[in-house]
């Protein structure tokens, strides 16, 4: 499968600790994305990189939150001293550039399946 | 920001055409219209785009008419894994621009096939 992937699918944790999610984009795509969706809302833009290059940022994107693409490949999302607030699914997207051997550019984002933080 | 109205819910049966119209009054000239399917507990799939008119692939129409101001995705021939949210999203979208923040999902219409 050559999709996105995100790591872990879910995560139980208490309030006050750090966690970390990891998204691995379609190898040949270079925007990475990354949302946010709570119970019965769309998802949320909290980020986006062009490579290592992190371009946009949401004002969803507290302090406490964190994300890197060191290499322009997979990207780290962390949280610190997470609050029951942070429960939600954490969604990672990857699109190519204009330009970037695609033949067409329809604006899709292909989506990770999610990672699903739960801050009790 | 180009905002968008749907309905919050739709039933349908199995084998209907089903068609969703979102609202968008205020839509941008560079703005297009992109829809997407949600299932539980995964992330969003791209549907189909468009500009003007009518765009058709192997899973939906999209019928913009002329002033743009709203759009509607319609699905033939739906069946029970047609089950899901359907999301209206209306801007510049990011692959051509980069401007992700722009680009909103909204509430979605939850769409539910039975028998």
């Known amino acids: 499968d050559t999709g996105v992937s995100q790591n872990p699918r879910h995560k139980i944790t208490k309030r006050g600790q750090n966690v970390t999610f990891r998204c691995d984009p379609i190898?040949?795509?270079?925007?990475l994305y990354w949302y946010r969706q709570t119970l019965g809302q769309g998802p949320e833009f909290l980020t986006y990189f062009q490579n290592e290059a992190q371009l946009e940022k949401s004002r969803l994107l507290s302090d406490r939150f964190s994300a890197e693409r060191p290499k322009g490949s997979f990207s780290t999302l962390e949280i610190q001293r997470t609050e029951q607030g942070d429960s939600a699914m954490y969604l990672c997207?990857?699109?190519?550039?204009?330009?970037?051997?695609?033949?067409?550019?329809?604006?899709?984002?292909?989506f990770g399946e999610g990672s699903r933080l739960t801050v009790l | 920001l180009a905002k968008t109205t749907q309905p919050i819910s739709m039933d349908s049966y199995e084998g209907q055409e089903v068609n969703i119209t979102c609202s968008h009054n205020n839509i941008a000239t560079n703005d297009y219209i992109t829809w997407y399917q949600q299932f539980p507990s995964q992330g969003p799939r791209f549907i189909i785009q468009?500009?003007?008119t009518k765009v058709t692939n192997e899973v939906a129409s999209l019928f913009i008419p002329a002033d743009r101001k709203s759009s509607t995705l319609s699905l033939p021939r739906v069946s029970l894994s047609d089950t899901a949210v359907y999301y209206c999203l209306v801007g510049d979208p990011p692959p051509r621009t980069g401007t992700a923040s722009k680009l909103t999902f909204g509430t979605g219409t939850r769409l539910q096939v039975t028998l």
């Open positions: 997207a990857s699109s190519p550039t204009p330009g970037q051997g695609v033949k067409t550019n329809t604006g899709e984002l292909f």
């Open positions: 190898s040949e795509h270079n925007r």
């Open positions: 468009g500009y003007k």
